[in-house]
């Protein structure tokens, strides 16, 4: 079965620092991988996919990822984090085939400071 | 280009109460999936819909139950609702073969 860790539950950074969160999943086969972000209260928005090819993945936002077959990871990345990055972000995994169950991780809630 | 909408936004009900929530798909897409978001956690896949059947389910009871229509638009029922079925209750939709979910706004359920 598919699975998916985010090891880290909150996270707190300065405005204008890098950011990394880190996601690892368990998937027999070539994983779906995808990061949504979570306003309060809000549904989720896709912030990028990787389905295959180049390994690093840009996103909206300034938002990148990269998978790393070795590790069973696909950590998010942002070099200069905004006031207004302040959010939830889920790490998921899926698989192809027509009918996708997606599997997300417990999230990370990040907060962005002064 | 309208995206995923869920009606209605917030509900609350009462223990043994039955509840509908609704879901439009993104303009094109013809699968339906939901899922249920409880406080201070990802969300859990319920099942998904496409051609108007249900084609996966997660580990939920048979008290939620699901409907697609020919407009590719979906209901989601729960039965005997209990405390622990508050939560945020999400619609993703997509178009079979493509595999990215886009996601509604929510219906957010209270329990009493």
């Known amino acids: 079965a598919q699975s998916v860790t985010q090891p880290d539950i909150h996270i707190t950074v300065s405005e204008g620092a890098s950011l990394e969160l880190r996601c690892n999943y368990s998937y027999g086969a070539t994983p779906y991988l995808f990061w949504y972000v979570q306003s309060p209260g809000q549904g989720l928005q896709l912030l990028l996919k990787?389905?295959?090819?180049?390994?690093l993945v840009q996103g909206i936002k300034g938002f990148e990822a990269e998978f790393k077959r070795s590790q069973s990871s696909f950590n998010l990345r942002k070099p200069s984090v905004h006031w207004s990055d302040a959010a939830e972000y889920f790490c998921a995994v899926g698989y192809s085939g027509g009918y996708q169950k997606v599997t997300f991780g417990i999230g990370t809630k990040l907060q962005v400071i002064p | 280009d309208a995206g995923v909408t869920q009606s209605p936004t917030h509900l609350i009900k009462t223990r043994g109460q039955q509840v509908t929530l609704r879901c439009s798909p993104k303009?094109?897409?013809?699968?339906v999936s939901w899922y249920q978001q409880a406080l201070g956690q990802g969300p859990q896949f319920i099942f998904q819909y496409y051609e108007e059947e249900e084609r996966q389910r997660g580990n939920f009871p048979d008290r939620f139950s699901g409907h697609q229509f020919p407009n590719y638009s979906s209901e989601l029922n729960v039965n005997a609702l209990l405390l622990g079925d508050s939560a945020l209750y999400l619609c993703?939709?997509?178009?079979?073969?493509?595999?990215?979910?886009?996601f509604g706004p929510g219906t957010r359920l209270t329990v009493l």
């Open positions: 303009s094109g897409h013809d699968t």
């Open positions: 990787y389905f295959s090819g180049d390994t």
């Open positions: 993703a939709s997509s178009l079979k073969g493509l595999d990215t979910q886009y």
